[in-house]
């Protein structure tokens, strides 16, 4: 099945340290969701974003919809060793309105 | 956040046995349901979805007699993996959605061995 290009594939950064990764489509999307997943466990749900140029925070993160409608990025600022997990990006639009995801981000925090 | 319940968290059945997988929405009715599978260090990917009291859509390359879906109330969904074989070990994860408004709550997933 189609998937999104999401990079980094991996990150390992020191806790305090600010965290960038994006996700890029040859499609167009109407919505970009961001989404954290912890090993043995459901994705859940950290940012939604329904509109083009549209830069939304939750806390520590903050995640943009880019004005192509192609592209997506979500920041962490301030990381802390319970950010660790894997980061997935979900875009969703065309003819067939389906989530499709990207390829994740593993993000390591050292204390 | 809703709450969506899958169960069993874990399971481990013989090649060839029938299994299944139940999604449950404990706080909200969901017209819609969607069944992912997850292999190790990759992606999600959607295996089907169902609408309450409908059959269920599925993509493509996903055996629709092999791993059967069920919507039978707006609040429960069940796949059942079919005369499972080891290659059909992975992670299975469902969601529900109130509405097509609303965006999907996912379970939190079960891990299926086939030995």
């Known amino acids: 099945g189609q998937q999104l290009n999401q990079s980094p594939q991996s990150m390992f950064i020191q806790e305090g340290e600010d965290v960038s990764m994006n996700c890029t489509s040859s499609?167009?999307?109407?919505?970009w969701l961001w989404y954290k997943q912890d090993p043995g466990e459901g994705p859940v749900l950290l940012i939604a974003?329904?509109?083009?140029?549209e830069l939304t925070s939750n806390g520590r993160l903050t995640a943009q919809f880019g004005i192509t409608r192609k592209d997506s990025f979500l920041n962490i600022s301030a990381s802390i060793p319970s950010d660790v997990g894997i980061y997935f990006c979900?875009?969703?639009?065309?003819?067939?309105?389906?989530?499709?995801f990207g390829t994740g981000t593993l993000l390591a925090v050292q204390p | 956040g809703a709450v969506v319940s899958q169960h069993p968290s874990w399971v481990i059945c013989k090649s060839g046995t029938s299994v299944k997988i139940e999604c449950r929405s404990l706080?909200?009715?969901?017209?819609?349901m969607f069944w992912y599978r997850q292999f190790p260090k990759q992606s999600l990917m959607l295996m089907a979805t169902?609408?309450?009291?409908?059959?269920?859509?599925?993509e493509q390359g996903v055996e629709k007699d092999k791993f059967l879906i069920n919507h039978a109330s707006l609040t429960l969904s069940t796949l059942t993996v079919t005369s499972a074989h080891p290659e059909d070990s992975s992670f299975y994860i469902c969601?529900?959605?109130?509405?097509?408004?609303?965006?999907?709550?996912f379970g939190q997933g079960t891990r299926l061995t086939v030995v």
């Open positions: 706080d909200f009715q969901a017209t819609t």
């Open positions: 974003l329904y509109k083009a140029g």
């Open positions: 979900a875009g969703r639009g065309g003819a067939t309105n389906k989530l499709i």
């Open positions: 969601s529900a959605r109130q509405d097509s408004s609303t965006e999907a709550f």
């Open positions: 169902s609408n309450e009291g409908s059959k269920a859509t599925y």
């Open positions: 499609s167009i999307f109407n919505t």
